[in-house]
């Protein structure tokens, strides 16, 4: 009996410690490949920061798409019962850039386009087919010969407008000459002292184009699974402030799984004329006084602004 228990004893300890030594070579294997794993990925990073710096195209796109849909009947905790609404929205980010050795030429493009319904299936009087929102079209193109490694004497051409709802009207054509500093490869400012912000309008409108400067800050840039791009775009009026504007978008998606992920996407933009335009197509002279009309000096230029949050495709 007791010989018979000192078998099994004996052979427990050697199991366990045949086991603690099995694991513990795991570990070390571990520890082995992900170090060779390491050194792999530090020498392909180097590969591509070569290739980065080579001659030629640069090609690439990222966005996001979200989107939502709800169906009620008979609902009657909520204030319309019977009801059907929606949300869809999409983000598109691409570039197109030509780097040589003695020019450049950096074409992007940014849309944000967002649709909404809300349908009271009580009621006829309201819409049961989505409506745009978000709306934002901007594509720019860039070219310069540079006069050292980080200062490119440079031509702009940006255009800004809305697709979906009053496509051009307003549209903006930004057309000038200046400097082009770009410190590290992914930032690029641009600062056009000679620029001509052509405003397109139908009718009779507040809009009106002028000369001015244009300065763009834009950082675009990839690591690893995470994209992101930062792009503010201004315009300063050298007739009046009132024409001057500015928009900054911001974008970022983290791959999840292939080229699946999530997004969020943010931009801010103060425009007077096109709150001015917006308060002057609200305003009702039999219901206001007439004084009372809006006017630059009198309007509230409030700060436009718009999000986008679901999920994103790497192109």
Known sequence: MIKSLFVVTLCCVLSIT??????????????????????????????????????????????????????????????????????????????????????????ALTTNLNWVKLDNKDIDTDEDSFKPTTDV????????????K??????????????????????????????????ITNLIVVVHPLNYNFVFSSGDTV??????AKIIADYTRTIGAVNFKTNLSMFQSYKSSDYSNWTWTNSFSYTLWKMIGVGFDFGLRSNKQEALNYALGQFDPTAIPAEEEPTFEN???????????GLSYKF
């Not at 079209?137 to 050292?148: A, T």
Request: hydrophobic share 35%; charged share 20%.
């Open 207 to 212: 809009f009106e184009s002028s000369m001015g």
């Open 18 to 107: 045949l086991q603690a030594q099995t694991k513990e070579e795991l570990q070390t294997q571990k520890a082995e490949k992900q170090a060779e794993a390491d050194a792999a990925l530090k020498e392909v990073k180097a590969i591509q920061t070569k290739l980065d710096a080579l001659p030629g195209w640069r090609v690439g796109a990222f966005g996001t798409i979200g989107g939502s849909l709800s169906n009620f009947k008979n609902w009657y905790a909520q204030g319309a019962p019977n009801n059907a609404s929606g949300n869809f929205g999409i983000t598109f980010n691409g570039y197109a850039n030509l780097i040589e050795e003695k020019f450049f030429w950096r074409n």
């Open 137 to 148: 079209f901007n594509l720019s193109s860039l070219y310069g010969r540079n006069l050292s």
């Open 299 to 309: 309007i509230d230029n409030k700060l436009q602004t718009y999000y986008t949050i």
């Open 150 to 183: 980080t200062f490119a004497i440079s031509g702009l051409m940006e255009y800004r407008t809305t697709l979906l709802d009053n496509f051009n009207d307003p549209g903006y054509l930004d057309a000038g000459i200046g400097g082009t500093w770009t410190p």
